[in-house]
């Protein structure tokens, strides 16, 4: 008779409970962290300069560990072959752990080999997500093999400056990540929200666009394209006013009204939301009318952060054999997720000498949001599905 161990427990019984665990708990520890440095109540040495260890932790630490559970377990459901599991999974979690602590040991580390454990992990999810599409040959799905590949990239490129290997990449490294990460979120859209909306609103149609699905994405790869070649003026202004018009255009046709009754659906549309609006502050930030670190927290505190928190909440119902609905205090979650993001966002062009009040509220509800999912979420993540079934 096999023995069971630690490894035999739910929590890698498939790549959501483990990963999206991970990227609770990082979101708020990170930061917790961030904050104290930021105020000048913590000094640690570490391999990061300290805006690009933020930038670094929140795109290739909390998001990649969201793309990584939801990956893992979208393939499996896409393919019908197996992901990652038990000791595979937890391996596969171990080097994601290994890459947010090791910059804590710069000094005693060797720079290259702190930079190695942390970039290592990209690659490793492509490749481990590419097995079951080439099983199948589901080519299509080869996009995420490339945009995770992308991801690597601009990690490589962040890594690179702190080396000496290449001098100021680690800033197009950053803008490189959020526009995959971005473009990801795009594609992903495309193929959740029609299926979620008729999902959670009986007798609801939608409008699917593949014109407009391609117009979304390529409109905003233009504008991230430009921001990297640092091409700015009416050319990036008149872009990024495209990208707002056609994904306004193609939300509108799954929009349908009742969405607003289910905090699963709105959650979701009101974070696409902040992603049309990062595009459209990145047109005012075109004329300096407002600063590009607006536009920027609009796609990453907004458009990521409102939409991981969403997706993650939902998968994690329906892949546990659950009923999808939230709980009473998820939903405030949802609410303060979207408080975090108007605090750091749009009150700082209302109120530009309240800046540091304001980024400080929005903190504060960030880890209330997070707290929140870690109470709600880490005993359905840790127990067995309870209609029996695997995963």
């Known amino acids: 008779m096999k023995s069971s161990t630690i490894f035999d427990y739910p929590l890698f019984a498939l790549g959501f409970r483990a990963f999206f665990g991970l990227a609770g708990l990082s979101a708020l520890i990170l930061i917790v962290l961030w904050n104290a440095i930021f105020k000048g109540e913590l000094t640690l040495s570490n391999y990061f300069a300290n805006t690009y260890w933020h930038a670094h932790e929140m795109l290739l630490g909390y998001s990649v560990a969201v793309i990584a559970g939801f990956l893992l377990t979208a393939v499996r459901n896409w ?141 905003a790869a233009l504008v991230f394209g430009l921001q990297l070649f640092n091409i700015s003026g009416i050319v990036l202004a008149l872009i990024a006013v495209l990208a707002v018009a056609v994904n306004i255009i193609r939300v509108a046709g799954w929009y349908v009204q009742r969405i607003w009754y289910v905090p699963l659906l709105w959650v979701l549309y009101i974070g696409y939301g902040w992603v049309i609006l990062g595009f459209g502050l990145t047109a005012f930030s075109a004329y300096e009318l407002v600063a590009p670190t607006l536009a920027l927290h609009a796609f990453t505190v907004g458009g990521i952060g409102v939409l991981t928190l969403g997706m ?76 029996g079934q695997e995963g």
């Not at 589901?138 to 590949?149: A, D, E, H, M, V």
């Not at 197009?172 to 999902?199: C, N």
């Not at 329906?318 to 009923?323: D, E, L, P, Q």
């Open 79 to 219: 393919t019908g072959r197996p992901t990652l599991t038990g000791d595979q999974l937890a391996g596969l979690c171990l080097l994601w752990l290994y890459g947010r602590i090791v910059p804590f040991y710069a000094g005693l580390l060797p720079d290259a080999l702190i930079a190695l454990i942390d970039f290592s992990f990209l690659p490793a999810l492509a490749y481990q997500i590419s097995k079951p599409i080439m099983q199948v040959r589901q080519y299509r799905n080869l996009i995420f093999i490339g945009l995770l590949l992308l991801l690597a990239l601009g990690n490589g490129l962040i890594h690179a400056e702190i080396l000496g290997i290449q001098e100021n990449s680690a800033w197009p490294g950053i803008q490189m990540v959020v526009a995959t990460i971005i473009i990801m979120i795009l594609v992903i859209a495309g193929r959740v929200f029609p299926f979620f909306t008729e999902r959670g609103l009986p007798g609801a149609r939608v409008v699917r666009n593949p014109i407009m699905d391609g117009l979304s994405i390529a409109a």
């Open 312 to 387: 993650m909440a939902r998968v994690s119902l329906g892949h546990t054999g659950r009923a999808l609905r939230v709980s009473n205090a998820m939903a405030i979650g949802f609410v303060l997720i979207n408080v975090a993001a108007l605090f750091r966002v749009l009150l700082p062009i209302a109120l530009p000498d309240w800046y540091g009040v304001l980024v400080y509220v929005s903190t504060l509800s960030w880890l209330a949001t997070f707290s929140l999912f870690v109470f709600v979420y880490a005993p359905i993540l840790t127990t067995a599905r309870i209609d």
